[in-house]
């Protein structure tokens, strides 16, 4: 292919030719030729080559702001390379931190070097390293030849999860195995719950003999009871809520707080199960354990703001899966979708719990334009964030707990609001 000095070249030729002809100047017709001809040797002096490039990674699945290494190694199967450029594609999202993934070199016949780079993943999502483009150029770098190693490596950076000490979200009726979680109400266990009155047929080494000698009455321990609860999570990643900027927006916040609250509850041996819907719907059945995370992990992390399935389709689909009285959590910006309301009523009906952790679009929207240095029509966003807030209250008024969630509050922060669900 043409580089720019070439074409340059080749235009100058053949106007100075053109001059030289319709001055009869001789000079420069001779001189028109004497750059076709340095242009004519440039393209015989183009090498071919055989190169063959792969690339190993430490990992490829890792957690935001975590680093991988990559090594990209360069065969030369053919002759001299001459000049030599070698660009291994990374997403433009993804931080180069040590080493570089460009370079030149002259590699010679049989030939090879290394290429060690770091990256950093800020930003969860699915990546895609490479493909790898290398470059030969002729001496006179005046044409080079191109090809495409159609290699690419595959990289899966999940979302952050947070460590949470305690919520108290738990099924109303939860399911008992063996060696289950505490659940805040009486029954089979081994923990203090509570005293209360003697009954007939209680078992006497429940009955808690120091209050019996300070009362007189016959009093009995309980104890905490132990259980399973079987949480739901609905995970709205429609196009809405791309608002706002790569690094901020409710797709982002929203995956992390799914994150974290299946971390949770997989580690206090809970059953959880996850709807992600947006052009799609994609449903990871309940189960526990970590495989059961990774799954979850993985469909969060692929999980890109498109199409505006409406959540009240997704819960008439999903109601018939999920434990009646169990805990339901949505994640969602509350943004362009009518049938709110109707989903929220569909589940309160049939005596779901539901919490709805909302990032707040309009606050993500705003603070993207501060940073471009965009006007902000402050009278609009007033009536928006009215909209909202009226929106959030109908939905209380069923009921709901309502977890209004801004950019600047951290996220734990956000998850102690619903301590006393």
């Keep these: 292919m043409w580089t720019k000095k070439a074409a340059s070249i080749v235009s100058m030729a053949v106007i100075i030719v053109l001059l030289g002809m319709a001055t009869r100047n001789l000079l420069l017709v001779m001189l028109s030729l004497a ?42 199967q053919g002759g001299k390379t001459g000049f030599l450029e070698v660009r291994d594609k990374v997403p433009r999202t993804i931080q180069l931190k ?26 969860k999502g699915v990546y895609k390293i490479g493909p790898i483009t290398l470059r030969t150029h002729d001496p006179l770098n005046m044409f080079y030849k191109e ?36 659940v805040k109400m009486p029954g089979p266990g081994s923990e203090f719950f509570a005293i209360r009155d003697y009954m007939p047929g209680d078992p006497f080494r429940d009955i808690n003999w120091k209050a019996y000698a300070s009362t007189g009455k016959l009093l009995v321990n309980e104890h905490e009871r132990l259980s399973v609860s079987d949480i739901t999570i609905l995970f709205d990643s429609r196009s809405s809520s791309r608002y706002g900027m790569d690094s901020d927006n409710a797709n982002l916040y929203g995956a992390r707080a799914a994150a974290t609250l299946a971390n949770f509850f997989l580690k206090r041996r809970d059953s959880v199960q996850m709807v992600v819907y947006s052009d799609k719907v994609l449903t990871i059945k309940k189960g526990t354990g970590q495989k059961q995370l990774f799954e979850l992990l993985t469909a969060l992390a692929g999980a890109t703001p498109k199409g505006d399935i409406p959540l009240s389709g997704i819960v008439e689909v999903a109601i018939p899966y999920m434990p009646r009285q169990s805990p339901v959590i949505v994640i969602s910006n509350l943004e362009e979708d009518d049938s709110i309301r109707k989903a929220v009523s569909m589940m309160m009906m049939l005596e779901f719990d539901v919490t709805i952790i909302s990032p707040n679009s309009i606050e993500f929207e705003i603070m993207a334009k501060q940073k471009k240095g965009e006007k902000i029509n402050a009278a609009a966003y007033d009536i928006l964030r009215l909209e909202r807030e009226i929106l959030m209250q109908e939905l209380r008024g069923y009921g709901v707990k309502v977890l209004d969630w801004k950019p600047a509050t951290p996220l734990t922060q956000i998850l102690l609001e619903a301590r006393n669900y």
């Design 147 to 182: 090809k495409t190693v159609a290699f690419e490596s595959d990289l899966t950076v999940f979302p952050q999860v947070r460590d949470v000490k305690e919520l108290y979200i738990k099924s109303k009726q939860p399911k008992m195995y063996p060696g289950e979680m505490k």
């Design 98 to 123: 040590d080493g570089t993934n460009y370079t030149y070199l002259n590699l010679s016949p049989k030939g090879a070097t290394r290429l060690k780079y770091t990256l950093k993943c800020p930003l």
């Design 35 to 76: 750059a076709l001809v340095y242009t004519t040797v440039s393209v015989f002096a183009n090498t071919s080559t055989r190169l063959t490039a792969d690339r190993e990674m430490s990992q490829e699945k890792i957690f935001e702001d975590g680093t991988v290494k990559v090594e990209l190694r360069i065969l030369n």
